[in-house]
């Protein structure tokens, strides 16, 4: 059975810098994308940062410049590098694993996500 894990999450000063990372296991295959998504108490849960590939392929506006997506497809694990934190980054964190099977079907993974709290 195919299961993400994410750490890292913790609380920090504002201006400071975490990195989170996602390990997988069971899986028999590379996701052909692998992303974070937050979710903020109150708010809706949103996507952070996507990369396909070796590549990020998206970052939200918000922390464009301050966050950096980036895989190790071999393990597929993904990392989130996080600076220049700020209140509003407060959130639980979720790594994904999303994409098609050839003559199989689609799959969509979660992890059970890890706490960022930023304290200004």
């Known amino acids: 059975q195919v299961q993400l894990e994410e750490s890292g999450g913790t609380q920090v000063e504002a201006g400071g810098s975490l990195r989170l990372s996602c390990i997988s296991s069971?899986?028999?295959?590379?996701?052909?994308?692998m992303a974070w998504y937050r979710q903020a108490r109150g708010k809706q849960r949103e996507l952070v940062a996507t990369?396909?590939?070796?590549?990020?392929?998206y970052y939200a506006d918000s922390v464009k410049g301050r966050f950096t997506i980036s895989r190790h497809n071999t393990r597929n694990t993904v990392y989130l590098q996080m600076d220049n934190l700020q209140p509003e980054d407060t959130a639980v964190y979720f790594c994904?694993?999303?994409?098609?099977?050839?003559?199989?079907?689609?799959?969509?993974?979660w992890g059970q996500g890890t706490q960022v709290t930023v304290s200004s």
């Open positions: 994904n694993a999303r994409g098609t099977i050839y003559r199989v079907g689609d799959y969509d993974y």
């Open positions: 990369a396909t590939g070796n590549n990020p392929t």
């Open positions: 069971g899986s028999r295959f590379r996701f052909d994308s």
